[in-house]
């Protein structure tokens, strides 16, 4: 079955704020959408937009306050 490239049906998506993430790696496992990644060789947090729905689980579990919620672009 083909699948198509369409994105998420939300108008938010997660952005994080690199100054104030410190790599604790909380947010993973709250990401119900397997949209946080973990890029070790840079030691950074990547957010795949095609993944994440805006739901907000990530900023939630963030003790930093690295992440939050932003309109998505080009609606």
């Known amino acids: ?6 994105q998420p049906d939300t108008q938010y998506i997660a952005v994080l704020d690199e100054t104030r993430c410190d790599g604790c790696k909380m947010c993973l496992p709250a990401c119900s959408y ?8 840079d030691e950074m947090l990547l957010i795949d ?3 994440c729905n805006g739901c907000g689980k990530c900023i939630t579990t ?8 932003q309109p998505r672009r080009g609606r």
């Open 1 to 6: 079955m083909p699948t198509t490239s369409k």
């Open 34 to 41: 397997e949209a946080l990644i973990w890029v070790r060789s």
């Open 49 to 51: 937009p095609w993944a």
């Open 62 to 69: 963030c003790p930093k306050g690295a992440l939050e919620l």
